[in-house]
């Protein structure tokens, strides 16, 4: 039977554990099923388990096992892929999978959209020239950018030389009813060793990568320890994530004698209850786009202490919701948190502020009602009818 709801694919490198990917899982989950499809394409893998989180039962998942490097010898393939589908929309996130632009061109897909999102380890500030020329190498097979920040839009009008038209300034949106305030004070959350309520515990939530650079908090961890015993005696960290900076960081913490103040929790997908079990939040990142987890710590009721790069000052609001500091630099974020442990009544505000903030400027529907008007209009003026 033929479906007359418009097919979207949405083209990522891999689909599992990540803030673009979680994204895209709320953007599936919370649209309307009366107006699109969606299909999601990994040019890598994907994992089972993530693929789960995708509640609705009409999107396929397909995965192209592309090898390390550019895709070209792939073109074909995803080509072909796109005329069987035939997505009315493709949607491309990060340089990653800027590359299945080409092919969806090939395939004559009418409306092809790329996304910013962010920069990885490799390019960590966004500076290299040669993803900059590979950026302006694909710009004329994409119908519209979509930025999620406002840095990411200037990167693209700047270095890449987007017209303005062109760009489309989409933040991300969180889920304000599955990430809430907890009833009474920090909950306790299943395996945590730090459920003690006398504790003060702050964490992060990520993949354990360079980009996300946790061992910077691990050292600001250590510092504040070591420089102010007395304050930080009743600090506890919380590291959610897995990935390939475990063992620095365990190596870190085993150094300076304070693994035991330390859990590291590994991969987990109880997010909300990871929030509801912490008394602030730290993103120590050396570059964002538009932060997921920050975004998740507001709506939490958590005060938020973010390294000052990407998109990071467009939701943190330094003296309200949370405090902005240098990346990199373990002494300024040590210190912030000895703040929050010297006034926590201050540090309660502020996560009372960021949690009114994720509700009036970063809801989910916000986001969904964009990202649809986005895909009606470009699919009207290709002239495609989309259903109302």
């Not at 085993?254 to 912490?278: C, F, H, I, K, Q």
Request: charged share 25%; net charge positive.
């Amino acid at each position: 039977m033929n479906d007359p709801r418009p097919l979207i694919a949405h083209v990522v490198y891999g689909f599992r554990v990540g803030g673009l990917e979680n994204g895209l899982v709320n953007l599936v989950n919370s649209q309307p099923a009366a107006r699109y499809r969606h299909a999601i394409v990994a040019l890598t893998d994907s994992c089972p388990d993530f693929r789960a989180r995708v509640q609705r039962e009409d999107v396929s998942f397909i995965d192209l096992a592309k090898p390390p490097g550019h895709g070209f010898r792939l073109y074909r393939q995803i080509a072909a892929l796109f005329r069987s589908l035939r997505p009315a929309v493709v949607h491309t996130r990060n340089l990653a999978a800027l590359e299945a632009q080409l092919p969806a061109r090939m395939a004559g897909v009418p409306v092809r959209i790329h996304g910013e999102h962010g920069w990885d380890t490799r390019d960590p500030q966004g500076l290299r020239r040669r993803y900059q020329w590979v950026r302006r190498a694909y710009r004329p097979f994409v119908t519209r950018y979509v930025a999620l920040s406002g840095h990411l839009a200037d990167y693209l009008r700047e270095r890449v030389g987007v017209p303005a038209q062109r760009i489309e300034r989409i933040c991300n949106g969180v889920d304000t009813r599955r990430f809430h305030m907890p009833i009474h004070g920090r909950e306790p959350l299943a395996g945590s060793p730090f459920n003690d309520s006398r504790l003060r515990v702050i964490g992060t939530v990520g993949r354990l990568q360079a980009v996300k650079d946790q061992v910077l908090l691990a050292r600001a961890f250590v510092h504040l320890l070591r420089s102010e015993p007395a304050l930080a005696e009743p600090l506890r960290l919380v590291i959610v994530g897995e990935g390939p900076l475990r063992g620095e960081i365990e190596r870190v913490l085993a150094d300076a004698g304070v693994a035991e103040r330390v859990w590291l929790a590994g991969e987990r997908s109880d997010t909300p209850e990871v929030m509801r079990a912490l008394d602030g939040f730290v993103l120590p990142s050396r570059a964002e786009g538009i932060s997921n987890t920050i975004l998740e710590a507001m709506a939490s009721g958590l005060p938020v202490i973010a390294t000052d790069v990407g998109g990071n000052g467009e939701l943190v609001q330094p003296g309200r919701t949370g405090t902005l500091v240098p990346p990199g630099d373990e002494v300024a974020m040590a210190e912030a948190i000895a703040d929050w442990l010297r006034d926590p009544v201050a540090a309660l505000g502020q996560g009372l502020a960021g949690r009114a903030r994720a509700e009036q400027t970063f809801s989910l529907d916000g986001m969904v009602a964009r990202y649809v008007a986005l895909y009606d209009e470009l699919l009207a003026a290709a002239g495609h009818a989309t259903r109302g």
